[in-house]
Each structure stands twice: as structure tokens, then as C-alpha cells.
């Protein structure tokens, strides 16, 4: 669970943002209704939201476990990031039909806070996890209360396409993206009167079949020269197995790997100055991609 939103100051009491009432995102699927007399706004990962009066926060993010004794085995197990470690303190709450909650306490940023925590399991795709947290001096029923009315506000349904969405899919259907990258460079005369060099290449291809099967293959390598010696390096990776692209919540297009072996990689496609971007690194698209 990503909680980037948390490192915001407990106690902040100014209203920073705009967004009030109904919340949609309808490339998830997710649907929720800031409570009266708070406001928020998206923050890192998540949605953070806050209030004039009442000190803490809220943060909702989406999660991928779709089972709910999962969901369960996670909160059992803490919460811990960077600045924030919470533990569980307290037996688990049913939430509707498809969430559970409990009390966390634990240190944000330094701070002794005591927080309620929802996860909600989505038939659909992502689910939410809901935290509403404050010092543990300031923590009361209020804010198991405010967590509970947001969860139950939520509404789940079929996530809409982004157009974009099915566009890059049109576009990257026979499409092999190749990135290369290499620098050499010379460090002058050594003390023995040699010459000495080092140097780095990269190499990654990625052959997108029609089919909806993928190929992988990269490698790297790397030598150094100091006169009185020379070593090298090199090391290649390859899999195959499905891709798809779909859209981060927001509507952007991204390319999902999913490898045989259980792994997966996400890019971040964009298309800027006619040249194909991967998590904003340039990769070079052509169609001699060879498909079986």
C-alpha cells in the first residue's frame, strides 16, 4: 500500500484544495463523495483529502487484491514506508459487503498517530483502501466514523476505456520497440604509456505481436581498459508472454508485460515530437517485428 499522501503534516489545517462533493474516476471505476465541510485533492499516488477545521486526513488509494482474507493477511502484517510504520491495534469491523476495517497505530514522520483503516475489495478491477488518521492525542470515534462514510460512499462499476487507450493498442500491434544506449570514453595515457578506455552498451528490444504474445530480449556490457589490465562484463535477459496496454486511472496509456514466469513490467507510454517514450526513455518503434 503506497502512502506518499501521509507525509503531508498531521495537524495541517488549510484548506489547499478544490475538489468537494462527488469524486469520479471513470477510467477505474471508482466513484466516492468527499464528506461536508472537507476538501481534497490528488496527491502522489492517491487522494488526499483534509479540512478547515478538524486536524489529520484522509488518504484513499487503490489497491489490486481482490480477495478480501488477503486483504486481511496485509493489515494483520502493517503498514511500513518510508516515515510510516503502523501496526494493527484492534479487531476487524465489517465495511458493507466487500470491506473491513480496523484501528491502526503507529509513527508518521515522527509523529504518534492513531488511524482507522478500510480496504475494500472491487468486483471490478482496483479496490480502495481508505485511511483516516490523526495524533494519537487528537484521535477519537470521529475518525472511524469519516472512513466508514467515505467507504460506504463508494461506488464501483466497469472501468471506461480512454480513447488513447485503444489507440496505442492499434498502433503497438506488430511494433517492435528497440532502445540503445552506449558511451565509450578514452582516459588519456596511462603510466605505463598505454592507452585507456571504458565503456558501457545497452541494448532492448520488445516485439509486440498482433496475437497478443510478447518477446523479450536485452542486454548489457561493460569494459574498462587501465593499461595494466582489462576486464569486461555482459549479461543478456530475454521472456516471452502477453501484453496489453491499458490506463493508469487517469486515462494514460500504459503498456502492461506479463511474462510467463509470473513477472510483469509497466511502461508509461507517451508520444512527443513523433518519437515513442517508455516511462519517458526513447525507444525507437518499427514494424520488422517477427511473429510466429
Not at 468537494?20 to 483529502?49: A, C, H, N, Q, R
Not at 491502526?104 to 498517530?113: A, D, K, N
Not at 463508494?154 to 500491434?173: D, G, H, M, N, Y
Request: some cysteine; overall charge negative; charged content about 20%.
Amino acid at each position: 500500500m503506497r502512502l506518499i499522501g501521509l507525509l503531508f503534516i498531521l495537524c495541517y489545517q488549510s484548506v489547499f484544495s478544490q475538489k468537494t462533493g462527488e469524486v469520479d474516476y471513470p477510467y477505474m471505476g471508482i466513484k466516492f463523495t468527499i464528506p461536508t465541510e472537507w476538501k481534497g485533492e490528488e496527491s502522489g499516488d492517491g487522494f488526499l483529502i483534509v479540512s478547515d477545521t478538524q486536524p489529520g486526513l484522509v488518504f484513499l488509494v487503490a489497491h489490486e487484491v481482490n480477495d478480501l482474507d488477503i486483504l486481511k493477511q496485509e493489515a494483520e502484517a502493517g503498514i511500513q514506508e518510508e516515515g510510516v510504520v503502523l501496526q494493527k491495534s484492534s479487531e476487524f469491523d465489517e465495511v458493507g459487503k466487500g470491506g473491513v476495517g480496523a484501528e491502526f497505530e503507529g509513527i508518521i514522520q515522527g509523529q504518534q498517530v492513531k488511524a482507522y483503516v478500510v480496504g475494500i475489495i472491487n468486483p471490478f478491477g482496483y479496490g480502495v483502501s481508505i485511511i483516516s488518521a490523526t495524533t494519537t492525542a487528537m484521535y477519537s470515534e470521529v475518525y472511524k466514523k469519516l472512513a466508514r462514510q467515505i467507504a460506504m460512499s463508494i461506488q464501483f462499476s466497469e472501468p471506461t476505456e480512454a480513447p488513447v487507450t485503444q489507440e496505442w493498442r492499434e498502433a503497438l500491434k506488430g511494433a517492435k520497440l528497440t532502445y540503445m544506449n552506449s558511451n565509450y570514453s578514452s582516459g588519456g595515457v596511462s603510466v605505463g604509456g598505454y592507452s585507456t578506455y571504458s565503456g558501457y552498451s545497452s541494448h532492448s528490444e520488445i516485439t509486440l505481436c498482433p496475437s497478443g504474445n510478447f518477446s523479450y530480449y536485452s542486454s548489457n556490457s561493460f569494459s574498462v581498459d587501465t593499461g595494466g589490465g582489462f576486464a569486461n562484463s555482459a549479461g543478456n535477459k530475454d521472456g516471452h508472454g502477453k501484453w496489453e496496454v491499458t490506463n493508469n486511472g487517469k486515462g494514460e496509456p500504459v503498456l502492461k508485460l506479463l511474462f510467463n514466469n509470473g513477472r510483469a513490467h509497466s511502461y508509461q507510454l507517451s508520444y512527443k515530437d513523433k518519437k515513442t517514450y517508455l516511462n519517458d526513455t526513447r525507444y525507437f518503434r518499427t514494424y520488422d517485428a517477427k511473429c510466429n
